[in-house]
């Protein structure tokens, strides 16, 4: 059954799940896509394993890691998005939507430019840094890189959750093997055992609620991940798995 999702502002978390589900995706010039939840102390969600991982290169470890925010142009290059209309041609498309004219037909009549997407600017760097094996050598290689985008990046890594980057790059590239269902099963997992931890309800405090102070992460570093902690929350529940219908 086709569906049309319309991206006209902020599409974060569960935002972007809820659109990326959606056969058409229409982005504006007031599109802003972002998974941002390594800065809360979470991980990405709503399919996000599964969806990210499908990206071109390795835009989708980029944009879960770092949580930048995306526009039009660049979720169109991702795949995110797959048409882009002006906000002021919306209330004309939805006519057309709730007149039983076919989604393809509609999406076609009122799709403009997007114009120049920024992220293919930085593809090769991106690529050579996310590819690596582990968060912390994805910092080296950005250390490596000396130029003001990697600096840039390695510094709104600096202040993520460093347990949330580690698991979030580890279900990234797991999620790259697995089926949907798979995915969200696993995705469950991570869930239930994220926000039993501390760096959870530090998130929500600092980012959400006190806007302005600076989490105090647990682990404090990459260097100080215990790496069988992070493993044990990729494990089957003691109360069983997510069932999916």
Do not use: Q
């Not at 090769?124 to 912390?136: M, Q």
């Not at 840039?152 to 347990?163: E, M, W």
């Amino acid at each position: 059954t086709p569906s049309v999702a319309l991206l006209d502002g902020v599409v974060m978390g569960s935002g972007c799940s809820l659109a990326i589900s959606a056969s058409h995706r229409i982005a504006t010039e007031r599109t802003r896509f972002a998974m941002p939840e390594a800065g809360i102390g979470f991980h990405p969600d709503g399919g996000a394993h599964y969806f990210l991982p499908r990206c071109p290169g390795e835009t989708g470890m980029y944009l879960a890691l770092t949580g930048t925010r995306i526009t039009a142009a660049d979720a169109l290059y991702m795949g995110l998005a797959t048409a882009y209309v002006p906000s002021e041609r919306l209330a004309d498309l939805i006519g057309d939507l709730a007149g039983g004219d076919a989604p393809d037909d509609v999406a076609a009549k009122f799709a403009e430019d997007a114009g120049a997407p920024t992220l293919p600017s930085h593809e090769e760097a991106i690529e050579r840094c996310f590819s690596k094996s582990s968060v912390a050598s994805i910092v080296g290689a950005l250390e490596d890189e000396e130029s003001d985008w990697a600096a840039h990046t390695v510094d709104t890594l600096s202040g993520k959750a460093p347990f949330s980057l580690e698991l979030t790059f580890r279900a990234l590239r797991a999620g790259r093997g697995m089926g949907v269902e798979d995915s969200l099963i696993m995705e469950n997992r991570l869930s239930t055992r994220m926000l039993g931890r501390s760096d959870f309800l530090e998130g929500i405090r600092t980012i959400l609620v006190d806007k302005g102070d600076t989490p105090k992460w647990r682990p404090a570093s990459l260097a100080e991940i215990n790496d069988a902690e992070v493993e044990a929350c990729f494990a089957p529940l003691d109360g069983g798995d997510l069932v999916l219908p």
